[in-house]
């Protein structure tokens, strides 16, 4: 059906003031097939192409009110009439009608006389470019359209590289391409086009097929990918639709990220690490070289994470995560010539909780881990602040070699853990390597700490005194207390192998209990024997000292056996600074206010220097005995340890030598001006019977001829 409005094909208006031209027009053309209207001057001819629609008109020049011109140029400026044909039927063969009649818009003229036979065909060939023009018009606002609504940017260019023409999509801002058609494409886009340019022209070539190539650029602090599509198009010309891609790689890295990394620290996960020991035991594998996995865990975070909220645990998991990546940084640059681990490097991943790993690739020494291993544990030790709080968390680190203690990812994993327990178990803070009969001891430890449990009510414990020697007077002026088990079956167990054992199964503060309570009452045995001479010194774990509130229970001890606090003496250890430090100190205040003394143990092995113990109410420091023992022998214990009694006593601390075995070495403290010493060249520790035995005996004076 066809409506008024719609444009047919067969319609020609004839627009002529001479009736018998439009008659015999219109004879002509219906004879052609075409259907005619008719209108008598410019302005009817107005309104018959509102009304008919025509496909083509035919306009005479020369006519009244509105001339053909006239007419011509206000059919264009209707959007419907901007494209149909307008043929202009002039007589008038001068140059400046045509002129005129092209410039208001006419398609062509047909010219008087007109040749009757041609007319038809001739319109049916305006017809049909008029049509042709149309659809081409159609297609091309088609394109138009698409390309303005594709965020893609479309660039012509030759095969030298040459850039033709350009389509700015959505998305060119970010595209360093031109705006416009200038210069070759690798002037624009990332130096690796160039080589690949080529080939990648080639492949086309080859195949017919597209070719793509991804890219990524960094522009304004931020990554951006691309990927760069190639379509031949005419001739020498090929069609490069660039698309970016940098949200889906964004989604991509995001997915990738959750599933190989840990969100919190940012480090590798689990999952990401073994895909990368795998390869380091790959690569060892074919370079003869070994590799070595650390497994690091930090000795108190359960308790920061108990007794401080998670949300600072989190901090503290982040700051030693970053610490942890400071040493791999230090590993691949600085402390590579000084290590000499050269070509070694590392990677670090949490395996969940406070559970770390760190592989070392291509050792040639399994030394190289030993000094990494130190290095990590060194670095984990210095205090984390929180809002005005500072807590040292220590490390226990197990080291496991590629081949020697294990062929697969699995054993190294499961060696490197079964070590960094026995870490634990001797003491905390250190760093062991694991050896095949470790499985073995873990079992026994499993034993051991039933037993400890048991060991209290079947009254197993004991405790031995050993005599210290004031080396001034050359008296003995007080003991230390330490503690023994008997194992029905074991026998005789070592304090440093039930004493962290304690700690971890939470049996410490009764345990503690139990030697505080023991040895204030032996002390006022001794006072009520020996008047004020002997003190007693009792070893407090750090863990007492968080579980529990270690001042009320000195308290309490000394209340129940009517001791003189003055004959208490309390021996820590500087693991006692992986608390809450100021609420260390105020602990630590309360405890010397009442009288009692407080002694630094084993100083030198931990990680406090003397300037940071400054700030602790300290009344004396023990030299550690691995000091002392090699003093003789090496230069560098030597001046340790005197340097350790002259800034002692410049901070106005008491400096006490433990595990003095030689003359030699009592000399070296007499000389030194070290003010007491202990160690089996005095006597071993000793039960209470033996312990009295010694303090009465008159070899107790002998000590006044050496030094
Ligand atoms: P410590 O407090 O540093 O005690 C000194 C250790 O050195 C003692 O080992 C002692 O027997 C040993 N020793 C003393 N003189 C010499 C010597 O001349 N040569 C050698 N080779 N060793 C010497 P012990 O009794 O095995 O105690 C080991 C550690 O266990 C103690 O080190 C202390 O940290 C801890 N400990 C012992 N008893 C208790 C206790 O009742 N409570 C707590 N929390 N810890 C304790
Ligand atoms: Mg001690
Ligand atoms: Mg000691």
């Known amino acids: ?27 002509a053309l219906e004879k052609s097939g075409f259907h005619v209207e008719e209108a008598t001057d410019g302005e009817e001819a107005l309104h018959k192409f509102a009304e008919c629609r025509p496909a083509v008109i035919l306009m005479d020049v020369e006519m009244p009110k509105v001339n053909g011109y006239e007419a011509c140029r206000r059919i264009r400026e209707d959007a419907i009439g901007a494209h149909v044909p307008i043929l202009m039927v002039t007589g008038l063969e001068d140059i400046d009608s045509i002129n005129r009649a092209y410039s208001v818009g006419a398609t062509d003229f047909v010219l008087k006389p007109i040749n009757w036979a041609l007319l038809g065909h001739r319109i049916r060939y305006v017809l049909r470019a008029s049509n042709t023009y149309r659809d081409l018009r159609t297609s091309e606002a088609k394109n138009d359209a698409l390309l303005r609504a594709m ?8 095969r030298s590289g040459e850039i033709v023409d350009y389509f700015a999509g959505s998305d060119e801002t970010t595209l360093p391409v031109p705006r416009g058609d200038q210069g070759m494409i690798f002037d624009y886009l990332p130096g690796e086009i160039t080589p690949k340019w080529h080939a990648l022209i080639c492949e086309l070539l080859a195949s017919g097929k597209p070719t793509h190539w991804e890219f990524d650029f960094e522009r304004d602090g931020k990554q951006h990918y691309f990927e760069m ?16 891609i940098t949200e889906r790689k964004e989604a991509e890295q995001r997915v990738h990220r959750l599933a190989f990394y840990d969100m919190l620290t940012g480090l590798p ?18 370079n003869n070289l070994k590799v070595a996995a650390l497994y690091i865990d930090l000795d108190n975070f359960k308790r920061i994470n108990d007794t401080l909220g998670h949300s600072f645990g989190d901090v503290v998991l982040k ?30 991943a949490r395996l969940g909780g406070d559970e770390f790993v760190a592989i070392l690739h291509d050792l040639e020494d399994a030394n190289d881990a030993v000094l990494v291993a130190e290095r990590i544990r060194s670095e984990l030790t210095r205090p984390v602040e929180h809002q005005g709080h500072e807590f040292v968390v220590s490390s226990s680190i197990g080291v496991s070699l590629y081949p020697d203690d294990g062929e697969d990812i699995d054993a190294l994993l499961k060696n490197a853990d079964v070590a960094m327990y026995k870490a634990k178990e001797s003491g905390r803070n250190s760093v062991r390597f694991y050896s095949g009969t470790m499985s073995l001891r873990s079992l026994e430890r499993l034993e051991l700490e039933s037993g400890l449990r048991h060991a209290l009510d079947r009254e197993e414990l004991e405790l031995h005194y050993q005599p210290k020697l004031c080396l001034k007077t050359r008296q003995i002026i007080g003991v230390e207390a330490l503690i023994r ?15 962290p054992l304690a700690e971890e199964c939470g049996l410490i503060t009764q345990l503690g209990e139990w030697v505080l ?23 407090l774990s750090s863990q007492q000292f968080f579980q529990s509130d270690v001042a009320n229970a000195v308290f309490q001890a000394l209340f129940e056996a009517s001791l003189m606090p003055s004959l208490l003496q309390l021996e820590l250890t500087e693991s006692i600074l992986m608390h809450d430090i100021q609420e260390t100190i105020d ?10 003394a407080l002694v630094m143990d084993d100083f030198g092995t931990g990680y406090s220097s003397l300037s940071y113990l400054q700030r602790f109410p300290l009344d004396a420091l023990k030299i550690d005995r691995s000091f002392v023992m090699n003093l003789e022998n090496n230069q560098d214990d030597a001046v340790i340890c005197s340097t350790i009694i002259s800034m002692a006593h410049h901070l106005g601390l008491k400096v006490v030598a433990e595990g003095v075995e030689t003359h030699a070495q009592l000399g070296f403290m007499s000389d030194h001006g070290c003010d007491q010493i202990q160690g089996y060249l005095i006597s071993k520790p000793l039960p209470v019977d033996e312990l009295e035995a010694f303090l009465v005996s008159p070899v107790n004076g002998k000590f006044a001829d050496y030094g």
């Open 229 to 244: 599509q190639l379509v031949t198009y005419l001739n020498d010309l090929t069609l490069c639709i660039f698309r970016n």
């Open 319 to 348: 700051t030693i995560a970053r610490r942890l990546d400071r040493c791999v940084r230090a590993n691949d640059s600085v402390g590579r010539g000084a290590l000499d681990t050269e070509g070694a490097s590392m990677h670090l």
């Open 1 to 27: 059906m066809t409506t008024a409005l719609q444009q047919r094909d067969d319609v020609v208006l004839v627009v002529d003031d001479d009736p018998t031209l439009r008659v015999l027009l219109r004879a």
């Open 587 to 596: 602990t630590m205040r309360q405890l010397k206010d009442s009288g009692i």
């Open 151 to 158: 965020p893609d940017t479309l660039l012509v260019v030759r």
């Open 517 to 539: 309570n023991t040895a204030c009452r032996q002390a006022k045995k001794w006072q009520d024997r020996f008047g004020q001479r002997i003190s007693v010194a009792v070893n």
């Open 269 to 286: 996960n689990r999952q990401l690490f073994q895909q990368q020991l795998g390869e380091a035991i790959d690569c060892a594998k074919k």
């Open 485 to 499: 088990w008997e194992h029905p079956e074991y026998g005789n167990i070592a304090p440093d192998r039930f004493i």
